[in-house]
């Protein structure tokens, strides 16, 4: 246990952040369930690139005599993925906001009691 | 041992600034400070030796996603409950077992930043020894998305413009389209909507900021923005010898047209920056991957696959017009996110919207 906490610290701090992106994901309010997205993705990333650390690494940028470097792997497929999570965000807004001029409210409740209307 | 306190203080810092966005019942006060908290989290990829990722999560997390929930509250309710903090114990308890599940796992993973580790044995080795030589290019970050797995990059390329497209349909539906409402209407607010501004007056004002922006905001965005879209050409371009590439870059740019549409009126500057423009650099940055890629198919040679092209240190340029074709519908497809969800919420005088009725009140 203690063990698990000196060594592999980032990663308790990633499954926390993923455990409070869930935790938001349950808010009533539609436009907090998207921040709650965001914040999951980003515990997701953060145990990524965490692996690919290494203890005395450098930058992945390519010198002579340089290294050793971190894993480059992990930060593409990161890259790549927080720019498909702004494409999510701006698509799920805009259809917040349909629902938002269809029903006249953001809060999921509501919304179930207007639409069964 | 500093490192080690900065480290644990910045990923403290995260989990306060997520557990606060999570507890504050308010939207707005949410969103902000989940902005710190992105902007915690890309100091945290500086320590993590992840410069690429930092520089995304700045422009994206912490300024265009923050621009984007912004619009849409205020576009939308805020909803203000009496209590300003508020935890949901049935949530917590069920978040709090999967967390316990999740971390009785940890053990069995490797220690972070064992040298001999899985993940520092195959693929990314490889690529760290091969990719200067092969391509040319320093940044091997960029070098595997432009290059290696150019394919994979090409896709999301079209996931992103996809997006773009998605969300002009869906908002079209309530009637707003990314043309500019000609001549200035005087929105007649929603019933619902909350200005973003403090101004009552929202409704008189001469642009759709609620209010006329003071004379130090405009006259330090006339400053700022020079500097801001030359930073962002600068990272798209030298993204190929240091941190930086077609991603960040574009973000950056799109930041700088977001800031001068914040100083001076976004209905104006979207009307200078015409949908021409726009639809232009948006498609001409996907045309151009596949102009490339099909170029080579063209040549003999597979989608994608730079070296086909008789020209010396054909990988290299490849590397570097792709780079510059996602900067441009990053640009294009950020800007249209922004005019999207920013823009105003009527339908255009003398078109009525046949798919929703006014129940809205």
Not at chain 1, 45 to 53: I, K, R, S
Request: aromatic fraction near 8%; charged fraction near 10%.
């Amino acid at each position: 246990m203690i063990e698990t906490l000196t060594t592999r610290y980032t990663y308790v701090v990633a499954v926390i952040v993923i455990a409070i992106g869930l935790y938001v994901l349950f808010d009533r309010n539609l436009i907090k369930k998207i921040v709650g997205l965001n914040i999951f993705q980003t515990g997701v990333f953060l145990f990524f690139v965490t692996a690919g650390y290494r203890t005395g690494g450098t930058p992945p940028i390519a010198s002579a005599g340089g290294g050793p470097y971190v894993s480059p792997l992990p930060h593409v497929l990161i890259l790549t993925a927080i720019v498909v999570g702004v494409s999510v965000t701006a698509v799920s807004l805009g259809m917040v906001f349909l629902l938002y001029e269809t029903y006249g409210t953001v809060q999921e409740d509501e919304l179930r009691e207007a639409i069964h209307e | 041992m500093s490192a080690l306190a900065l480290e644990l203080t910045l990923l403290g810092l995260l989990v306060l600034t997520a557990a606060l966005t999570a507890v504050i019942r308010d939207v707005l006060a949410a969103t902000v400070v989940f902005a710190v908290y992105s902007l915690v989290l890309s100091l945290v990829w500086i320590l993590l030796r992840a410069p690429d990722v930092a520089l995304t999560e700045a422009a994206v997390g912490a300024g265009v996603v923050t621009v984007l929930l912004v619009a849409t509250i205020a576009k939308t309710s805020r909803p203000t409950d009496h209590a300003e903090l508020s935890v949901r114990w049935p949530s917590l308890a069920v978040i709090g077992v999967f967390a316990v599940g999740i971390v009785t796992t940890l053990p069995s993973l490797p220690a972070i930043g064992d040298p001999t580790a899985p993940i520092h044995q195959h693929l990314g080795t490889y690529y760290l020894e091969t990719a200067p030589a092969e391509t040319g290019v320093s940044n091997i970050v960029t070098a595997i998305l432009a290059a290696y797995r150019a394919f994979d990059t090409f896709g999301e390329v079209v996931v992103v413009f996809g997006a773009g497209i998605g969300l002009l349909v869906v908002l079209r539906q309530s009637g707003i389209t990314l043309q500019p409402t000609t001549g200035s209407t005087p929105s007649t607010t929603d019933p619902g909507l909350e200005p973003s501004t403090t101004d009552p007056h929202g409704e008189s004002s001469t642009t759709d900021l609620g209010r006329e922006p003071s004379v130090i905001t405009t006259t330090a965005i006339r400053y700022i923005v020079p500097f801001v879209a030359l930073f962002g050409l600068y990272i798209a371009f030298h993204g190929a010898k240091t941190a930086g590439g077609g991603f960040q870059g574009g973000v950056v740019v799109a930041a700088s047209v977001v800031l001068v549409a914040f100083g001076f009126g976004i209905e104006s500057t979207r009307r200078w920056l015409n949908d021409t423009v726009l639809t232009a650099i948006t498609a001409g940055g996907v045309a151009a991957v596949v102009a490339i890629g099909l170029g080579a198919m063209a040549l003999g040679g597979r989608f994608l696959e730079y070296t086909v092209y008789p020209i010396p240190k054909a990988t290299t340029y490849g590397i570097e017009l792709v780079e510059l074709g996602i900067g441009a519908t990053v640009t294009g497809i950020v800007l249209v996110f922004f005019f999207a969800l920013v823009g105003n919420a009527e339908t255009p005088p003398g078109e009525s919207s046949p798919t929703h009725t006014e129940e809205s009140k």
